[in-house]
């Protein structure tokens, strides 16, 4: 089969479902997040309760902003294939689109709500875009780089600079330097190191999960990457191409 034809045949599969049911759960653990943070419920409540909410804290928003990234990869799959430049080309032009739209709708929203998270996802969005044809490796290298930065940098800047804990905001948000501190470094969802979920999302977006194979690879390597820190090295794929 051609690379044409068997990306034409990929594109025409049908939806993941599962994509659909972790993206609804990530958006009701952002909800579940968010009411708890503005209602002051943080510790308030039975033990048990706070602890099952708690668990939602964090790991949301990274599931969003992961499964973004396996969208981004299912959009540019027949491009990505075929080695279209034109097909890429116009991927890259619907990606810068609905990247520049969600950032200005993002910052429009932040008087309302500080913590929102649609102008930071503007920008991995755009980066995203710029990185389509990036091999595996390359996405999994600048995953990692992002973390290791993320460390080196909080070590090296001052991450509370802009920061009124006691409000939970910003003070300098509207300037230059205040909001490319923000967005980049220390703001809610910074660009070092939330970008990785987005490269890793990519990653998990050119796989064929609907493979039980491939399924208790990526499962597998996930359980073990928990307890092994080596094995966290591209759950036992070939990264090579």
């Known amino acids: 089969m051609s690379q044409t034809k068997q990306a034409e045949t ?21 909800v579940v997040v968010n009411y708890k943070v503005v209602m002051g419920a943080s510790e308030n409540g039975p033990e048990w309760l706070v602890w099952l909410v708690g668990l939602f804290d964090g790991r949301a928003a990274a599931t969003f902003v992961m ?16 080695q279209d430049r034109e097909r890429i080309g116009q991927d890259r032009l619907a990606l810068m689109k609905r990247a520049v739209f969600l950032f200005i709708v993002g910052l429009l929203y932040t008087p309302l709500w500080p913590a929102d998270i649609l102008h930071f996802y503007g920008v ?21 780089g992002l973390s290791v930065a993320f460390l080196l940098l909080v070590f090296i800047f001052d991450y509370e600079k802009g920061w009124d804990f006691s409000t939970l905001t910003y003070i300098d948000f509207w300037t230059v330097a205040g909001m490319a ?3 980049i470094f220390n703001g809610f969802h910074p660009v070092i190191p939330w970008l ?3 490269l890793i999302g990519m990653w998990l977006g050119r796989q064929d999960v609907k493979d039980s ?6 499962l597998g ?15 036992g794929q070939d990264i090579s191409r």
């Open 10 to 30: 990929q594109t025409k599969k049908s939806r993941i479902i599962g994509y659909d049911v972790a993206r609804s759960l990530a958006v009701f653990g952002m």
């Open 213 to 218: 194979q491939v399924r208790r690879q990526i």
């Open 67 to 82: 499964l973004a990234g396996v969208g981004i990869s299912m959009l540019s799959r027949k491009g990505r294939i075929t």
């Open 196 to 198: 990785a979920f987005i």
């Open 221 to 235: 390597g996930c359980f073990r990457g928990c307890y092994r820190r080596d094995t966290i090295l591209y759950f």
């Open 181 to 183: 501190r923000h967005i």
């Open 124 to 144: 991995y969005i755009a980066i995203a875009a710029l990185l389509l044809t990036a091999s595996d490796r390359q996405l999994w290298s600048g995953a990692i």
